[in-house]
Structure formats: structure tokens, C-alpha cells
């Protein structure tokens, strides 16, 4: 049974917002996206906030982040591992209060427009590949993209010269570098990556293979 996992969070109250939405974003997201076993991780930062009749909770909430993970036993030895502490270590240097949920999802609406992501925010997603398979070249005119492998190895080609990525280890591509991650071994490979600034129209792709 998937788990999601939200966690909520209060900042720092010596840093502003736009401090504490680019500390997550920017320079926490990599801690997150590192943990063991992990489906999804998305950010969800707060822009606005509605009251709707009803008495609010006596908390100021800055974001949730949003981690899933395909079972409960994978969810417990993620949030055990060294990742995680690591994770929570670096937390501390901008959020003041976090509470983590663990939830079952019953879906009410569902579809395409429910996984969209608004052009702009930080973006994280896991993939897949089989042996041999290559995603095809090609760069981001302004993201930054983080790859972490988290089962096998992976070939990561950046400007021509190839990185190979055992688990946990990760490569950093900067704006137009052009790139191409391929599994050139025996075995399949999974990797989490993590884009920012996201937007869906970043891509150049490239004319070689």
C-alpha cells in the first residue's frame, strides 16, 4: 500500500519568507531527495492562506513537503536511514516547528490536472531505467537538475564526459550543460531528480543521440 508522508512546517523566525523558500528549495531539496526507497518528493510552499469559517490551528505554516513511498516498510527504513539524519540536521538551520503525517490517500478527483506543477517551483520526481536504456541528450536553458541514484548505477554524461553514479551518489548539472543519463549495466537502476527553477517548456533537446 503507498504511503505519503506530509510534513509540516514553520520557519525560522530570523529568516523571511523568500530566505526560507529558496533555503528549501535550493540547498535542502538534495537531502530529501536522497532518502532510500523514495517514490516522490514535492514542495509545496505557502503563498496564500484562506480563512473558511471555521477557527484556524494556533500555527503559522510556511510549506508541506510530500514524500511517498510504495509500502510502510520502505517508509520506515527510509526515515531510519542516514539520509534522513542528515535531512533532519540541515532542518533545523531554517525551519523552527515541523510535524510529519503519515496518510493513506483516497482519491475523490483524480487525473492529469491533479499532477500538474506550477512553472516556477522546485520539482522532484523518481525514474526508472532498464538495462541499457538512455534518456536522450539534451540541456535546461535555466533549471538546475540534481540526479541521485538510488538503486544500481547510472551513467551520467555532462559535456561529453561520463560520470558513473553508484547509490547515493549524485551529479549536479548546471543551466545548459547538455546531458544524457543511461544505464549501461546488466541491471535496472532507479534515480530521484530534482529540478529548479521548474518549468515544462526548460528542455532544448539536442539533435545527437
Known amino acids: 500500500m503507498t504511503i505519503r508522508a506530509l510534513t509540516v512546517l514553520t520557519r525560522r523566525p530570523e529568516l523571511s519568507v523568500p ?29 496564500d492562506s484562506i480563512a473558511r469559517g471555521i477557527p484556524a490551528p494556533d500555527a503559522t505554516v510556511d510549506g508541506f513537503s510530500d514524500l511517498i513511498f510504495a509500502s510502510r516498510e520502505h517508509f520506515d527504513e527510509s526515515l531510519a536511514s542516514d539520509a534522513a539524519r542528515e535531512a533532519s540536521t540541515d532542518a533545523a538551520r531554517f525551519i523552527a516547528r515541523m510535524r510529519m503525517y503519515v496518510t493513506e490517500d483516497h482519491a475523490v478527483v483524480s487525473g492529469d490536472a491533479a499532477n500538474e506543477v506550477t512553472s516556477g517551483a522546485g ?11 538512455a ?3 539534451h540541456h535546461h536553458a535555466r533549471a538546475t537538475e540534481i540526479i ?14 561520463s560520470v558513473e553514479l553508484g547509490v547515493g551518489q549524485q551529479a549536479v548539472i548546471l543551466p545548459g550543460q547538455r546531458h544524457q543519463t543511461s544505464n549501461r ?13 521548474y518549468d515544462p517548456d526548460d528542455v532544448v533537446w539536442t539533435n545527437d543521440k
Open 19 to 47: 530566505e526560507f523558500r529558496a533555503y528549501w528549495r535550493d540547498h535542502h531539496a538534495p537531502f530529501g531527495a536522497a532518502f532510500p526507497h523514495l517514490r516522490s518528493y514535492t514542495q509545496h510552499h505557502v503563498v
Open 123 to 133: 520539482f522532484a520526481a523518481a525514474n526508472r531505467f532498464g538495462p541499457g536504456e
Open 135 to 137: 534518456f536522450p541528450r
Open 148 to 161: 541521485v541514484c538510488t538503486s544500481g548505477s547510472l551513467t551520467i554524461e555532462i559535456e561529453g564526459t
Open 185 to 197: 549495466s546488466g541491471l535496472p537502476a532507479e534515480l530521484i531528480y530534482v529540478k529548479t527553477p
